[in-house]
């Protein structure tokens, strides 16, 4: 008969899929029958070993999210629902390109630009974004 894991084993098995911020590691292993104290004590002891990193988390999972055309808030967001403390959240945002120029960018590469505004709002650019982002010749973006 085998052991089941220990929370410090779990948890880096957990990492070793996917990198998590501390919070989010927690509610995984708390989902997983490890009791609170326990799966905290776990999650502290991967992050003095520097394998759980929440302004490293951030970091990475702003540029994912930017890459994939979320706006500001949008990516503030989903840091904010992983776990990420909101301090860490604005770090990360403000390290990354400015909004303005990545909805300039994401429009200018646009088959239909009215379209790909309206999805822009819905992923978290800000309305003054996407009308910096449009040009002179450009489309507006829709009301809200």
Known sequence: ????????????????????PAAGLV????????A??????????????????????AERRAEVLAERGYGDEGIR?????????????????????PERERAAALLREAADPSATARRLLAKGFAPEALEAGRGRDGPAPPDP
């Not at 008969?1 to 998590?20: N, W």
């Not at 989903?78 to 390290?95: N, P, Q, S």
């Open 36 to 57: 609170g104290d326990e799966a905290r004590a776990a999650v502290a002891r991967l992050r003095d070993a520097g394998y759980v990193d929440d302004a490293r988390y």
């Open 77 to 97: 967001f989903e840091l904010l629902r992983d776990g990420v403390a909101a301090a860490e959240a604005t770090a990360a945002v403000a390290a990354l390109p």
């Open 1 to 20: 008969m085998t052991r089941p894991p220990t929370a410090l084993e779990a948890a880096t098995a957990a990492l070793a899929r996917r990198d998590r």
């Open 27 to 34: 509610a995984y292993l708390e989902r997983r029958g490890v």
